[in-house]
């Protein structure tokens, strides 16, 4: 797969015996979507958690000197929707694969008008409990966990309710 700059990303699979006996037995054990939408969440994630992925200071220190102030603030304000993962209803099509990202943003904005608000509501009250309570940085075994704190939700879940 050729990126836009010129370079190039591979991926190494190596499969157990059973997996290279025929199609049916690789698709049971190895099946991916790659969803541009879905990239473009866990961009933001390093874009906000940079100190997590040292690999990608430079790309993140370019962003942020290109990004407005009020940017930022939205950015921090949806934080709870990238910070650890991308809700699975934010990801448009977990059926087909797509490489363009303006046709999967819109396909997203028709799915998310077909939710229901109190459900969608509902899965981010329930991700914010799971941060708060489930995560636990002692498991990463790293230092560049050891002060992390989930971003409370508490802004985007009240105004879900009172102004969607």
């Not at 190596?14 to 199609?23: A, D, I, R, V």
């Not at 993140?60 to 991308?86: A, C, H, P, W």
């Not at 934010?90 to 028709?110: G, W």
């Amino acid at each position: 797969m050729k990126h836009k700059e010129g370079f190039f990303m591979s991926v190494h699979i190596k499969f157990g015996n059973y997996s290279k006996l025929s199609s049916d037995t690789l698709t049971q054990r190895v099946q991916f979507t790659l969803s541009p939408v879905n990239e473009l969440f866990q961009s933001l994630h390093v874009l906000l958690n940079p100190k997590h992925h040292g690999q990608n200071l430079n790309w993140v220190l370019q962003i942020k000197n290109k990004i407005s102030d009020e940017m930022y603030v939205d950015l921090q304000y949806f934080k709870i929707l990238y910070e650890l993962g991308t809700p699975s209803f934010l990801i448009p099509n977990l059926q087909s694969f797509s490489t363009d990202l303006d046709s999967e943003f819109n396909q997203l904005l028709v799915n998310l008008k077909h939710l229901d608000l109190e459900w969608v509501i509902q899965q981010v009250e329930q991700l914010s409990h799971e941060r708060q309570n489930d995560f636990i940085p002692t498991l990463a075994k790293g230092i560049e966990w050891a002060d992390f704190k989930p971003t409370p939700a508490t802004n985007l879940i009240q105004d879900l309710k009172t102004n969607p």
